[in-house]
């Protein structure tokens, strides 16, 4: 019997699994900042990336600073007042809630950042004399670790490259009785210091892009005040001025995809201060997300979250509802993706039959957004004839950059008679998918 290409469509129609995965959605995530008043009280507020739905994560007379987004945008890492009269660092969840107490020293704990991996966070402490970074366990605060053993200057605004290898942060210190804020790099373990930015410039607050050639940051330099500037992450060249009016423009954070940059925005006048966001390209479309018209109230250190991720049903369409028995027996997974997410790949890891050995597959291309996979079934040969056996489904679906797991899982039967197989292929995985396409749909 031969499959069509009608044949495949009509089973694609009536039957199959359907698999619920999160996507990472078109929008951008969350931004959480700091709003302060004049008594240095500090609160962490979190709004969505259009300026909507502001809320404060937490509340009270205390201060709370400097917060950091998760990688898996789930909890929030900051700095606090709360148990001591002095900073330490902590993790809660996105909402504020269930606060854990990372760091327990006598000094000052600031400004933490993730590792992408979720593992580590960095921050910066003065616990021996001057400011220096450190590296610790997020998920308890152990195993605190020195990166910066410099005996003079201080160093601080730790920022994790996207791959993880490199952190960047900001160093003061002086040369010939000058003093400067530069950008400098190191390997995530402190080796391998480089410095980006001259010291005849002060300039801090780096922030990687996410695909990790560009780093944002704050100058002093162009005889202006505050401006947001971006250069080439491997050597500081080619630094380029995005905010060009003659306010105060600082705090950069990149949007998870790359285009945008929020930054606090202060008029000199007033003085106001707002949360602003901007073109990542060139600093066009510059328009404010807050609204604060009282010089009393500060917003500042906008910590942009990973995208939103929303559930899309990826469609897995199994073709034929039955596995068939012996050496030649094959076997069709279609795996169906939302027009959104054409740009997506699918790789089915692994198949597996209750009571059966997983089987690997190998991909095959159908139709546009359709996905095939195709496996032998003869690992099914001990199975009885009649039996309705449990397929499960696990892969990865890669899209921009991200990957995520999935698992599916459906009832088939099996049969010891094939209702169709190639006979002609003996080794599927020296098989192009060409040859298979052509051998399944005509």
Not at 35 to 60: F, H, L
Not at 241 to 246: E, H, N, Q, V
Not at 391 to 398: D, F, R, V, Y
Request: net charge negative; charged share 20%.
């Amino acid at each position: 019997m031969k499959i069509t290409v009608m044949h495949v469509i009509l089973v694609l129609m009536v039957c199959g699994l359907v698999l619920v995965l999160p996507t990472a959605a078109a929008v951008n995530g969350k931004i959480a900042f700091v709003e302060s008043d004049k008594s240095d009280n500090k609160e962490i507020w979190v709004m969505n990336a259009d300026g909507s739905d502001q809320t404060p994560a937490t509340t009270g007379s205390i201060a709370d600073d400097h917060p950091a987004w998760s990688p898996d945008g789930t909890k929030i890492a900051f700095s606090s007042h709360r148990d001591a009269n002095h900073y330490e660092i902590y993790v809660m969840n996105a909402d504020g809630s269930d606060p854990q107490r990372l760091t327990s020293s006598t000094y000052n704990n600031i400004g933490p950042a993730w590792s992408p991996d979720g593992t580590k966070i960095a921050f910066s402490s003065i616990r021996n004399g001057n400011w220096q970074i450190y590296v610790m366990n997020a998920i308890d605060g152990s195993n605190q670790i020195l990166l910066t053993p410099h005996s003079s200057g201080a160093a601080g605004e730790p920022a994790w490259s996207p791959d993880g290898t490199k952190i960047a942060f900001g160093y003061a210190g002086s040369n010939n009785g000058v003093e400067y804020d530069a950008i400098v790099v190191m390997k995530a373990d402190g080796s391998e210091v480089k410095q980006l930015t001259p010291d005849t410039s002060r300039n801090f607050g780096p922030a990687w892009s996410p695909d990790g050639t560009k780093i944002a940051f704050t100058s002093l330099r162009d005889g202006n005040f505050f401006d947001i500037y971006v250069m080439n992450s491997i050597d500081g060249s080619d630094p380029q001025r995005l905010t060009m009016d003659t306010n105060s423009n600082r705090d950069p954070a990149w949007s998870p995809d790359g285009t945008k940059i929020a930054f606090v925005y202060a008029s000199k006048d007033l003085p106001l201060t707002n949360i602003y966001v901007m073109n990542a390209v060139d600093g066009s479309e510059s328009k404010p997300l807050t609204t604060n018209t009282n010089p009393q109230i500060l917003f500042e250190r906008p910590s942009w979250g990973p995208a939103v991720k929303t559930n899309v049903l990826i469609k897995v369409k199994i073709v034929p509802r039955t596995l068939n028995l012996g050496n030649k027996g094959y076997f069709l997974a279609f795996v169906t993706l939302p027009e959104a997410y054409k740009g997506a790949t699918i790789d089915m890891k692994t198949v597996s039959c209750s009571g059966a050995p997983a089987v690997r597959m190998m991909k095959l291309k159908i139709f546009p957004r359709i996905v095939g996979f195709v496996f032998k079934t003869s690992e099914l040969d001990g199975v009885d004839t009649g039996k309705k056996v449990t397929l499960t489904l696990e892969g990865e679906l890669k899209n921009k950059g991200t990957t995520y797991t999935f698992t599916g899982a459906d009832d088939v039967k099996v049969i010891s008679k094939p209702s169709w197989q190639p006979d002609d292929i003996k080794d599927v995985s020296k098989v192009s998918d060409d040859q298979l396409f052509k051998k399944y749909s005509t």
